[in-house]
């Protein structure tokens, strides 16, 4: 397996700094977030030009890019948004091209709605993700739709009826333990069931509280244990990317140092890997 950092974490940082930075700490790879609120990360943001040098800085830096991660929800009812969605994910699929991303690249995104929404929505959610089966395959990306604590699929259950329902390998599951962890799942039980869905990972740490509520922090901070899913992991027989997230929850606080956040995840994970046997490559 190897490690990736989102720069999802680094909204504050160009990814021509971010990139060498990332590496020199010791990452393998680098997810990168589109997203309008992260500095010069949108596609249109990025011309011919600074595409190739975005390119020769990854081939520099011995960086291979796991994901695309695009903020938002694929799930609406609404034709408009849904087109926007659709624009957007074309629009990645020719950034991953020019970036020199592995074939097929994965493009990955919130699947979106509300937990108590599910059973009206779930029907209409698979013929969504069956629209984005054709799309995915036009383009050559896969999609990875993300279930998250509080949205319509926030458990293995979930996300098993769902993916299954789906029933293409251009649509798999954007898989964080976190979510998971937080429906009140066992690590390496939740990894069982869902790696063989999963088309990109990340990992997230959290604090339960006894009133339900919970933060998010950094891996090592929280109660997620990290060496019980790696371990998982590779019985499982995941061999690509583990990817950390770092959540707003973090990277919105006053006084967040985003290279200080990548260095404390690079030490906690490795030090996972190391109790649980995993080796990196």
Known sequence: ???????????????????????????????????????????????????????????????????????????????????????????????????????PPVLAMGIGGARN????????????????????????????????????????????????????PRVKMHFDIVHMFLAGEKEDEAVARLVPYTGHTHITDAIRNEDGSFQLVLLGQGQLDATTYMRAMQAAGWTDFITLEVSMMVWGKEGYDPLAAARESYAAITKAFAEAGVMRG
């Open 1 to 103: 397996m190897k490690i990736a950092y989102g720069t999802y974490a680094m909204p504050t940082v160009p990814l021509e700094k971010a990139f060498p930075a990332l590496a020199e700490i010791g990452y393998d790879g680098v997810e990168i977030c589109i997203s309008p609120r992260h500095l010069d990360s949108l596609p249109e943001e990025m011309d011919a030009a600074r595409r190739a040098t975005l390119k020769e800085l990854l081939i520099a830096s011995g960086l291979g890019v796991p994901a695309l991660f695009l903020t938002g929800s694929l799930w609406t009812r609404d034709e408009t948004t849904h087109q926007v969605n659709v624009r957007r994910l074309r629009e990645c699929a020719g950034l991953a091209r020019d970036l020199g991303m592995r074939e």
């Open 117 to 168: 929404d599910w059973d009206d929505i779930r029907d209409d959610l698979v013929t969504l993700l069956k629209g984005y089966v054709d799309l995915a395959a036009e383009e050559d990306f896969i999609l990875a739709a993300e279930a998250h604590c509080g949205a319509a699929v926030y458990n293995s259950e979930r996300a098993t009826w769902l993916f299954n329902a789906v029933g293409s």
